[in-house]
Each structure stands twice: as C-alpha cells, then as structure tokens.
C-alpha cells in the first residue's frame, strides 16, 4: 500500500462517490409518467445514460418540438434536489478517502454536478476538508467536464503520470484521456460494466479495489 502509484486522486461525485442512480431512475420515471411516455428500469437507464445529457434524453423519447431541453432539465433537477439528502455514498467510499489520504494522496472533486449544490452535499457527508478543490459547474444542464479538467490540471500543477481520474461514466475516461491522466471506471454507478468496459479503461469492481492499484 505505501508504494501507491499516483499523489492525486481527481474523483467524479455523481454515481462514483455518491450512490444516486437509483434516485436518478425515480424521479426521471416521475417526469416520464406527467406526460404519458414510457417509465424506465434501472438496467435500461445504466444502459441509454449518458452525456451530454441532452442526448440522453432524446433516447428517452424527447423531442423537444413542444417544450425544450432547459425545461425537462430542469424539472428532472428540481425534483433531484428533492431526494438529494436520501441517499448514500456509496460503500466503502470514506474508508477509501481517509485511508489514501493517509498515504499523502491528495484528493479532488470534478463534476456535471452544480457548483452550489455540490458543495451543500459533499459537506452534507462531512467531506469538505477531504478535498483540495470541489469543481462543478455554474450550470446544471451537464454537457461537459472537460475544460474545468484543464483548468483544474493546470492550476494543480501534477505532472499527469501522478494524477489518476476515478469515475463511473464513458465521459469520466473522456476527461481523464483530454487532460492525458490514468482512469479506472466503478460500476454500479450511472452506466452498465459493459458500457466501461467498451471505453478500454481499467474497470474495477469497487471502490476498494483503488487501494490495491
């Protein structure tokens, strides 16, 4: 363990550190039922989520000829906000943070998330000195991460041989490939194994299994 491999960890909070896909797949059902479309099961949704999100809708069965993205978008968020303090991080998570941290790995946040909202609830867990810097976005329409990657990259001044990216989703190996750091991908987050797996990242089981990299 002492001869851990990367200083930085830059970790994705939705689905990777927080265990909200399963309230993700509630409340879209909920905006799926007002208008008569057809609801979703969690395996389907792991298998159609993805980014930008507005196309993920479009395979939902939006059009949006008569009422567009920003609206749907925003009800999904506003019913998210809802549920946010109902769920869990997801097992192991803490143990996995406190226990690197003592390694001298240094830790961050990079998110789709909303800057405000993702600061409330990664202190809602009691997390907030865990991380260096928590980096989401001033928007909640999650098209992409891949510039604030830079920015942060820039700003942390790591060489990127240091740096390894831990997500949940294609687009987190998308952001680690375009600020050139490693990636391992969780499941059981926002996509299926196999949709990981299809990206050429290493795939772990769980979060457990970072410690033993």
């Not at 098209?143 to 041989?161: I, R, Y």
Request: with cysteine; glycine share 6%; proline share 2%.
């Amino acid at each position: 363990m002492s001869n851990f491999p990367y200083k930085h960890i830059m970790w994705d909070w939705n689905g990777t550190l927080l265990n909200d896909s399963q309230m993700a797949v509630m409340v879209i059902n909920e905006t799926l039922s007002k208008r008569n479309m057809p609801t979703i099961s969690h395996d389907h949704y792991q298998k159609i989520f993805g980014f930008p999100v507005i196309d993920y809708y479009r395979r939902l069965g939006f059009d949006f000829v008569d009422e567009s993205f920003e609206v749907v978008g925003t009800e999904f968020i506003d019913g998210y906000e809802q549920h946010k303090f109902d769920v869990s991080l997801h097992v192991g998570a803490e143990e996995v943070l406190r226990k690197l941290s003592s390694l001298r790995v240094s830790h961050s946040i990079l998110s789709a998330y909303k800057q405000n909202t993702l600061d409330e609830l990664v202190a809602h867990f009691g997390l907030t000195n865990q991380f260096l810097k928590i980096v989401g976005l001033d928007n909640h329409y999650a098209h992409s991460k891949v510039d604030n990657a830079k920015e942060w990259m820039f700003e942390l001044a790591h060489d990127p041989s240091d740096v390894l990216f831990v997500g949940d989703t294609a687009h987190d190996y998308e952001v680690a490939e375009a600020i050139g750091v490693d990636c391992v991908l969780i499941p059981g987050g926002h996509q299926t194994r196999e949709v990981l797996e299809n990206t050429g990242a290493r795939v772990l089981d769980g979060l457990s299994d970072i410690l033993n990299l």
